[in-house]
């Protein structure tokens, strides 16, 4: 129910900024709360339905295919990435080796099979270096449209608050952050730190539970290293839009219909598409007795970097056409 009225605030709020009815400013102050009561709508819908679990039946075809496929989309993946590189951006390598990079990380499971892969330096390798790459790549290629549009104050705030939101709503999925009791919490104020496998290597885990409250928190470098990097891309996303708006209320414009959508349309995917798989995922598992598995953080950074791309040109056309 609150996820329905986040979304509603989000599209009413949307409706009257296209309509003039509210200044680009106020409507993302709407905006950012419709979001936050979206994903807070989404985590109490997550921690109060049943956990769901695996069954053999469930499984949409054999285990013995995993590794196959894995391997095979992998290899797709990197070949793809390099020949769309070499063909359509033969002077940014940077973007065929993050495919490869994608690539590489899926099929890493498989292709060092068995405990080694769990502190092999090769998962440690890909892991570290994808935000270091992500990271280049977008300040190469729109950093300086970034540094004007975080110096507007309102869409630095902006993208700041949705980026806190997208972090705390990525924990809570993975179970990472729950304030909900569950089956087996300790019935003491418990703080250890264990070895876990998340991403794709072991990392040691701080957790911390206070059953009193109840409370449960896990923080992992590898999980701050997946967790931070995908709410800062949609941070910047959104801190895009805002400034895109904003730029657009100081001229007196008024935004068309393809631009509202390229805009809108390409950023609400990297930021409301993870609540939407939430919310759907979970209400399948509570009308099927077949499980499916928990959603993850983890997300095609393409469909990230891509409304960065889309956001920044538009930002920048928006400016230098006044």
Avoid at 232 to 244: S, V, W
């Amino acid at each position: 129910m609150l996820s329905f009225v986040g979304v509603v605030v989000i599209g009413g709020t949307i409706i009257f900024k296209r309509r003039n009815r509210i200044s680009p400013t106020v409507a993302l102050y709407g905006v950012f709360v419709g979001i936050a009561v979206t994903a807070f709508g989404a985590v109490v819908f997550e921690g109060l339905s049943p956990d769901p679990t695996y069954m053999a039946s469930s499984m949409p075809f054999p285990r013995s295919w995993y590794q196959p496929l894995a391997l095979s989309v992998g290899l797709l993946i990197a070949v793809v990435s390099f020949i769309v590189g070499w063909l359509r951006w033969p002077t940014r390598p940077r973007y065929t080796f993050l495919g490869l990079l994608m690539g590489l990380w899926i099929s890493y499971p498989y292709l060092i099979p068995g405990p080694a892969s769990d502190t092999h330096p090769l998962g440690y390798a890909i892991v570290l270096g994808t935000p270091v790459l992500v990271g280049y790549i977008i300040w190469k290629d729109a950093g300086g449209v970034l540094r004007a549009v975080l110096r507007d104050s309102v869409a630095r705030r902006f993208g700041i608050g949705i980026g806190i939101v997208m972090a705390l709503f990525f924990l809570s999925v993975t179970g990472y952050l729950s304030f909900f009791p569950e089956e087996g919490f300790p019935h003491e104020v418990t703080v250890v730190v264990l070895p876990a496998i998340y991403q794709l290597v072991t990392w040691p885990t701080l957790e911390i539970a206070i059953p009193h409250i109840p409370f449960f928190l896990a923080v992992s470098p590898g999980q701050v290293i997946i967790v931070g990097m995908l709410s800062a891309l949609i941070g910047l996303n959104a801190a895009l839009i805002a400034r895109h708006w904003r730029v657009e209320e100081r001229a007196g414009l008024t935004e068309g219909t393809a631009g509202s959508a390229a805009i809108v349309g390409t950023c609400t995917c990297g930021c409301c598409g993870p609540l939407a798989e939430s919310c759907m995922g979970r209400a399948n598992s509570r009308s099927n007795t077949k499980a499916f598995a928990r959603p993850t953080a983890v997300r095609s950074f393409s469909t990230l970097l891509i409304p960065i791309w889309e956001s920044k040109q538009a930002v920048t056309r928006t400016i230098l056409g006044n």
